[in-house]
């Protein structure tokens, strides 16, 4: 069965540098998602692509962050310049179409800011 | 925006036993509700889900009911096993908006 992948499995990075965390969604989906889980907490929405834009982002979601597809089959997040309060499990995700249906999640990368 | 609450926080069953686990969602728009198990360092893997055009859903040992007019739904699991225990979260999400909103989960222990 398809899956997301993620790369890298765990990222640490010092205060202030930039970090590009990778996704590479199921191949025939549409939709795409980064969403993060700071340890103990619940998941939380970061932000929703489709047809090369972002369709909407949360209020986390600053000018810190950007996504992009730069090819077809990769899909990135970016943090420009990390505090320690990135610090957390972040998730891809991705769905065939839009409107109710499952949401695929990738294995997930472990971001440590210190 | 949306918020979804989840009840209880944690849970202990004894293996045999019923597990519910209950959210209520905020915006009468949310008309998708989907529920996430969560293994220790793992992904979130999809269980069961629920549309707004139906009342309940079940699955072998697992069931979602949905009570729209209350704005809550919730999770049953039957004949609990070792294995199910995880972390379960509820989520909401609607038709144009696709992003999901999540509960803040429940530790579901089953004590052999």
Not at chain 1, 81 to 102: I, N, P, R, V, W
Not at chain 2, 51 to 80: C, M, P, W
């Amino acid at each position: 069965e398809p899956e997301v992948t993620q790369t890298p499995s765990h990222q640490v990075t010092q205060m202030g540098q930039e970090v590009i965390l990778r996704c590479v969604p199921i191949s025939n989906h549409l939709y795409f998602y980064w969403y993060r889980q700071i340890l103990g907490q619940k998941v939380e929405f970061l932000v929703s692509f489709y047809n090369n834009e972002i369709s909407e982002k949360s209020e986390i979601f600053d000018d810190q962050f950007s996504v992009e597809r730069p090819d077809g089959s990769n899909f990135t997040l970016k943090i420009r310049s990390t505090k320690l309060e990135d610090s957390a499990m972040y998730f891809c995700a991705s769905t065939k179409t839009g409107g109710m249906y499952e949401q695929y999640f990738g294995p997930g990368t472990r971001l440590t800011v210190t | 925006g949306e918020n979804v609450e989840q009840h209880p926080s944690t849970l202990s069953v004894q293996e045999g036993d019923s597990a519910v686990i209950k959210c209520t969602y905020s915006d009468s728009a949310s008309n998708y509700f989907p529920w996430y198990k969560q293994e220790l360092g793992k992904r979130p893997q999809l269980i069961i889900d629920i549309r707004s055009n139906v009342g309940e859903k079940k699955d072998q040992r697992i069931a979602v009911t949905l009570n729209k007019t209350a704005k809550h739904f919730s999770l049953h699991i039957t004949e609990t096993q070792p294995e199910d225990s995880a972390v379960y979260f509820c989520a909401a999400s609607m038709r144009g908006n696709e992003k999901l909103t999540f509960g803040t989960g429940t530790r579901l222990t089953i004590i052999p």
